[in-house]
């Protein structure tokens, strides 16, 4: 298990940005693929994007495309996720996940850091 502390949630108001990162306890993490996800209230946690090890793959879902950028600095076993021009339906704890090599499921979990939008 890979310890993961997000940081950089807060409120902001429509169109605003912020960069949350994650920073990971596991020297080697360049062996994971690191991934976000967020949950809003009362709905089921998704993914918002996901980035592998050499980050030369990277996932969107489509609803954040062109807004946010995932990226990693491996040698400072962190992960960020730039979120511009933020929307209130963007609203949502957003978590940290990492996922071993060969692993077909993220196994490590940060705590969460709250993103709210105002319009």
């Known amino acids: 298990q890979v310890q993961l502390v997000e940081s950089g949630g807060g409120l902001v108001q429509a169109g605003a940005s912020l960069r949350l990162s994650c920073v990971a306890s596991e020297p080697s993490l360049y062996t994971y693929t690191m991934g976000w996800f967020r949950q809003a209230p009362g709905k089921e946690r998704e993914v918002v994007a996901h980035?592998?090890?050499?980050?030369?793959?990277?996932y969107y879902t489509d609803s954040v495309k062109g807004r946010f950028t995932i990226s990693r600095d491996n040698a400072k076993n962190t992960v960020y996720l730039q979120m511009n021009n933020l929307k209130p339906e963007d609203t949502a704890v957003y978590f940290c996940a990492a996922r071993p090599k060969f692993a077909s499921t993220f196994t490590s979990w940060g705590q969460g850091t709250q993103v709210t939008v105002s319009s």
């Open positions: 980035i592998s090890q050499l980050s030369n793959l990277i």
